[in-house]
């Protein structure tokens, strides 16, 4: 299997990226289990810290450019973990590159799916932020969205997008709705792409995802099969 890890760079990525190359394997749509050739570390900058094994293969690209996914997420492509992602607090503060990157990029990272020969197998880490304000004691499917921050909004509205491009079979995906990540973990200097990169600016907060709060230990999940 062939499988691309978006927002690699940041911590929950490269944990996942080790535990895959650690478990060696994954199920397909099919339910067979096969070896996992090549995982594709995708992030606005080359993920490093991790072990040297030929099966990992790194490439620094912006999700907000639709040609530079389509080229990471390419024929080859078995499975995604979309991680990439502004977090929330500088998904409020600036608003346009939120939506860029949280909507739009998940969009990209759909599109290029459904380009794919065969239905990719996805997982999209969306947030309990898609709840907003205080959360009940349990939470299951009939538990109303109702987000209060534009990164809920954008969490929300890629869960929508799953669902509906995994009802029309262009991909077999899931959600799961993480804990808030805190702010301060992958901050790097940003290039503005020609027409849809991060505005100028001194720095842009990564695309990677932050660590999860240790003291938050409610998740939930959408559609979890994978």
């Known amino acids: 299997m062939r499988i691309v890890i978006t927002g690699a760079a940041g911590f929950i990525g490269k944990k996942l990226a080790r535990a895959l190359l650690a478990r060696g394997t994954l199920?397909?749509?099919?339910?067979?289990?096969?070896?996992?050739?090549?995982?594709?570390?995708?992030?606005?900058?080359?993920?490093?810290?991790?072990?040297d094994d030929p099966r990992l293969d790194t490439v620094a690209a912006d999700i907000t450019d639709p040609?530079?996914?389509?080229?990471?997420?390419?024929?080859?492509?078995?499975?995604?973990?979309?991680l990439a992602a502004i977090v929330s607090a500088n998904a409020e503060e600036d608003f346009d590159l939120g939506y860029r990157v949280n909507l739009d990029g998940t969009r990209h990272v759909l599109e290029?799916?459904?380009?794919?020969?065969?239905?990719?197998?996805?997982v999209f880490a969306s947030s309990v932020a898609v709840y907003g304000g205080e959360m009940p004691a349990v939470l299951?499917?009939?538990?109303?969205?109702?987000?209060?921050?534009?990164?809920?909004?954008?969490?929300?509205?890629?869960?929508?997008?799953?669902n509906d491009y995994s009802r029309?079979?262009?991909?077999?995906?899931?959600?799961?709705?993480?804990?808030?990540?805190?702010?301060?973990?992958?901050?790097?200097?940003?290039?503005?792409?020609?027409?849809?990169?991060?505005p100028p600016g001194p720095t842009a907060v990564g695309q990677g995802t932050g660590t999860s709060s240790p003291d938050a230990s409610r998740s939930t999940a959408s559609r979890i099969g994978w």
Do not use: W
């Not at 067979?32 to 995708?42: A, D, G, N, W």
């Not at 109303?144 to 929300?156: D, E, F, R, V």
């Open 27 to 51: 199920m397909d749509r099919r339910g067979t289990v096969q070896p996992i050739r090549e995982i594709t570390l995708f992030d606005v900058v080359e993920a490093d810290g991790l072990p």
């Open 67 to 82: 040609a530079a996914v389509r080229r990471v997420i390419g024929s080859r492509t078995n499975g995604v973990f979309h």
């Open 112 to 122: 290029a799916c459904r380009a794919l020969p065969q239905p990719a197998q996805l």
């Open 140 to 162: 299951d499917d009939a538990t109303i969205l109702t987000p209060q921050t534009s990164y809920g909004a954008q969490k929300a509205a890629g869960e929508l997008l799953v």
């Open 168 to 198: 029309k079979g262009f991909v077999d995906g899931r959600a799961l709705r993480l804990p808030t990540p805190q702010v301060g973990v992958s901050v790097v200097t940003a290039p503005a792409g020609p027409a849809e990169g991060p």
